[in-house]
C-alpha cells in the first residue's frame, strides 16, 4: 500500500507561481503512474497533469498546459507540480494520486477511478 503525503500549497497572487509536492512511501514508487488532480469548491475533482513510471510520458489537461510542469524522482520517491502564472481560476485543493502499472509500458490516465492511491489535498489559493 502507497502512502501519498503533498505539501507545498500555499495563498499567493495572480501571476505568482507554486511548487507543489508529493511524498511518497509504502510501496515501490516505480510501478505507479503518477497524477495531480484539483478540487475547486462546489465543483467535481477533475484531472490536472499525469506522469508515466519513468517520466517518459506526461499529460495535461488543457487549461494548465504551458503554465504546469509535471515531473518524478524515483530515487526520492517523489512527484512535483510546478505551477506557474498562476490565476485566480487555479484556486483548489490539490491530490496527487497513483495508479497502478503491469508493464513497462508509458501508461497514464486522466480517469480518477483509474488510480487507487491518494493523498490529503494540499490548499492552493490565488488572489487576484
Known amino acids: 500500500q502507497v502512502q501519498l503525503v503533498e505539501s507545498g500549497g500555499g495563498l499567493v497572487q495572480a501571476g505568482d507561481s507554486l511548487r507543489l509536492s508529493c511524498a511518497a512511501s509504502?510501496?515501490?514508487?516505480?510501478?505507479?503512474?503518477m497524477g495531480w488532480f484539483r478540487q475547486a469548491p462546489g465543483k467535481e475533482r477533475e484531472f490536472v497533469a499525469a506522469?508515466?513510471?519513468?517520466?517518459?510520458?506526461?499529460y495535461y489537461t488543457d487549461s494548465v498546459k504551458g503554465r504546469f510542469t509535471i515531473s518524478r524522482d524515483n530515487a526520492k520517491l517523489t512527484v512535483a507540480l510546478q505551477m506557474n502564472s498562476l490565476k485566480p481560476e487555479d484556486t483548489a485543493v490539490y491530490y496527487c494520486a497513483a495508479k497502478s502499472t503491469y508493464s513497462m509500458g508509458e501508461v497514464i490516465s486522466v480517469r480518477i477511478d483509474d488510480y487507487v492511491y491518494w493523498g490529503q489535498g494540499t490548499q492552493v489559493t490565488v488572489s487576484s
Open positions: 506522469i508515466s513510471w519513468n517520466g517518459g510520458r506526461v
Open positions: 509504502g510501496g515501490t514508487f516505480s510501478r505507479y503512474a
